[in-house]
């Protein structure tokens, strides 16, 4: 079976299988963590099942679909008949002209009428009102999808902190590590007269400061994980398992901004939502401008005698709209509140369109950055901590140039995690943007 160790000293052959171990171990750090089988990932392994879980338990999520749906069970009573009216009269109630005591009895009056009366809205005032309860619901749908859209990037964006906080703490755990083990060679190369004690004082303060480093990096962890939490409605010290890997990302550039606007125009939910509103003050512009119009009502009217009806009325009622200043003034501000609201929309759609623009751009630099820090950087980094490595073996090199080669690797490989993260985050920001998964 091959070993560590022997493809180490095949790899550089002459390095001491110390200094060999040295490298392997910083170059298969810098693969990342290898992701475990299991039946079912912890809450905090993976992205999915923290959107899902959110998805469920969210109560501002809840709240939204919980409007949208109040709002749909408003659109049939919107374009209803009005309630009929029953009226009353009792007429001559001291009974004047007969023996009988006064009453308030119908059948012991002197006369006794009702009145039913039914308005109708004419003009397809109840068809406007029930479009503009539809449209109303419809901006309540996309206010709910908005908010998820937004709840959605911002665990997007935690889970990336969260990966590179638990990425920092990894790696600097193995620098740790690997510090330790070049202390006890430092020690050794001391014990034999080949070096002098300040190097193994030297890895003593550099192991210190890793130590530092790591009670800062837990208290980042904790911090991020909190606010996680809090993004799933979670107890803000319930346990999340450490990430394990980042989505793969889609490949997009400056060149689909174009195709990527359009689908955030059809798809974005706050544009959806401000288009519903336009919709909405249309609806209602136009009912105000129906109000010109008078509505009818309806009345029947029976005439009671004592115990008898004796006679029957039809009646017909209608307003007159005289006030036609007020209306006009209404119907002034019901236009301005639909060029408002197309306004409106139209800045939100420039606004979705340049930061679109921005985060493409900024994801394209990200990915860049990546493959020249993987293909560059990071092998320039090894070959400099294999030359530091075989030079201080050889008495040709200090203590301090094997320290600094071993900085410049670590320094390389959080470059790498950045960069993966903002990468994340940008398409966290894309995704929202246009309205869906990429």
Same mark, same amino acid.
């Given at each position: 079976?091959?070993?560590?160790?022997?493809?180490?000293?095949?790899?550089?052959?002459?390095?001491?299988?110390?200094?060999?171990?040295?490298?392997?171990?910083?170059?298969?750090?810098?693969?990342?963590?290898?992701?475990?089988?299991? #039946?079912?990932?912890?809450?905090?392994?993976?992205?999915?099942?923290?959107?899902?879980?959110?998805?469920?338990?969210?109560?501002?999520?809840?709240?939204?679909?919980?409007?949208?749906?109040?709002?749909?069970?408003?659109?049939?009573?919107?374009?209803?008949?009005?309630?009929?009216?029953?009226?009353?009269?009792?007429?001559?109630?001291?009974?004047y002209g007969s023996d009988a005591s006064p009453s308030l009895l119908p059948w012991k009056v002197g006369e006794t009428?009702?009145?039913?009366?039914?308005?109708?809205?004419?003009?397809?005032?109840?068809?406007?009102?029930?479009?503009?309860?539809?449209?109303?619901?419809?901006?309540?749908?996309?206010?709910?999808?908005?908010?998820?859209?937004?709840?959605?990037?911002?665990?997007?964006?935690?889970?990336?902190?969260?990966?590179?906080?638990?990425?920092?703490?990894?790696?600097?755990?193995?620098?740790?590590?690997?510090?330790?083990?070049?202390?006890?060679?430092?020690?050794?190369?001391?014990?034999?007269?080949?070096?002098?004690?300040?190097?193994?004082?030297?890895?003593?303060?550099?192991?210190?400061?890793?130590?530092?480093?790591?009670?800062?990096?837990?208290?980042?962890?904790? #911090?991020?994980?909190?606010?996680?939490?809090?993004?799933?409605?979670?107890?803000?010290?319930?346990?999340?398992?450490?990430?394990?890997?980042?989505?793969?990302?889609?490949?997009?550039?400056?060149?689909?901004?174009?195709?990527?606007?359009?689908?955030?125009?059809?798809?974005?939910?706050?544009?959806?939502?401000?288009?519903?509103?336009?919709?909405?003050?249309?609806?209602?512009?136009?009912?105000?401008?129906?109000?010109?119009?008078?509505?009818?009502?309806?009345?029947?009217?029976?005439?009671?005698?004592?115990?008898?009806?004796?006679?029957?009325?039809?009646?017909?009622?209608?307003?007159?709209?005289?006030?036609?200043?007020?209306?006009?003034?209404?119907?002034?501000?019901?236009?301005?509140?639909?060029?408002?609201?197309?306004?409106?929309?139209?800045?939100? #759609?420039?606004?979705?369109?340049?930061?679109?623009?921005?985060?493409?751009?900024g994801l394209e630099a990200a990915r860049r950055n990546e493959t020249l820090l993987k293909t560059q950087l990071l092998?320039?980094?090894?070959l400099g901590l294999h030359s530091a490595l075989a030079a201080y073996e050889n008495g040709k090199a200090e203590f301090?140039?094997?320290?600094?080669?071993?900085?410049?690797?670590?320094?390389?490989?959080?470059?790498?995690?950045?960069?993966?993260?903002?990468?994340?985050?940008?398409?966290?920001?894309?995704?929202?943007?246009?309205?869906?998964?990429?």
């Amino acid at each position: 079976m091959t070993t560590v160790q022997g493809q180490a000293n095949r790899a550089w052959p002459g390095v001491p299988r110390w200094a060999g171990l040295l490298v392997v171990g910083l170059v298969l750090g810098a693969a990342g963590p290898v992701a475990a089988v299991a #039946q079912e990932a912890p809450l905090g392994r993976d992205l999915p099942g923290l959107l899902a879980y959110a998805r469920a338990q969210s109560p501002e999520i809840r709240a939204m679909r919980e409007e949208a749906e109040a709002a749909a069970q408003r659109v049939g009573p919107a374009g209803a008949l009005p309630d009929p009216v029953l009226r009353v009269e009792l007429m001559n109630i001291n009974n004047y002209g007969s023996d009988a005591s006064p009453s308030l009895l119908p059948w012991k009056v002197g006369e006794t009428k009702y009145t039913l009366m039914q308005a109708f809205p004419l003009w397809g005032k109840r068809e406007l009102k029930r479009d503009a309860a539809a449209a109303d619901v419809r901006q309540a749908e996309a206010r709910s999808n908005a908010t998820w859209a937004e709840l959605a990037a911002r665990i997007k964006a935690a889970y990336a902190e969260y990966y590179r906080a638990a990425g920092n703490e990894r790696l600097t755990t193995e620098v740790l590590g690997l510090m330790t083990r070049l202390e006890q060679v430092a020690q050794a190369r001391y014990a034999g007269g080949l070096t002098a004690q300040a190097d193994a004082i030297r890895a003593q303060l550099e192991q210190t400061a890793m130590r530092s480093e790591l009670i800062m990096l837990d208290s980042e962890k904790r #911090q991020i994980r909190a606010r996680l939490n809090a993004l799933l409605a979670r107890e803000s010290g319930a346990p999340l398992a450490d990430p394990l890997e980042l989505r793969a990302i889609p490949t997009l550039n400056t060149a689909d901004a174009s195709s990527l606007a359009e689908r955030a125009r059809s798809g974005n939910p706050q544009i959806q939502a401000e288009l519903a509103r336009v919709a909405l003050a249309q609806k209602s512009r136009d009912l105000t401008q129906r109000n010109r119009y008078p509505d009818l009502t309806v009345g029947l009217s029976p005439s009671q005698m004592g115990s008898r009806i004796t006679t029957w009325g039809v009646m017909l009622e209608m307003n007159i709209p005289l006030q036609q200043e007020a209306r006009r003034g209404q119907e002034r501000e019901a236009e301005a509140m639909v060029a408002a609201s197309r306004s409106r929309a139209e800045a939100l #759609q420039q606004q979705l369109v340049g930061d679109l623009a921005v985060n493409l751009a900024g994801l394209e630099a990200a990915r860049r950055n990546e493959t020249l820090l993987k293909t560059q950087l990071l092998p320039q980094s090894e070959l400099g901590l294999h030359s530091a490595l075989a030079a201080y073996e050889n008495g040709k090199a200090e203590f301090a140039m094997l320290l600094e080669a071993q900085r410049q690797i670590r320094k390389a490989r959080l470059e790498i995690l950045k960069t993966q993260v903002e990468a994340q985050m940008r398409l966290a920001e894309i995704e929202r943007i246009v309205g869906e998964d990429l």
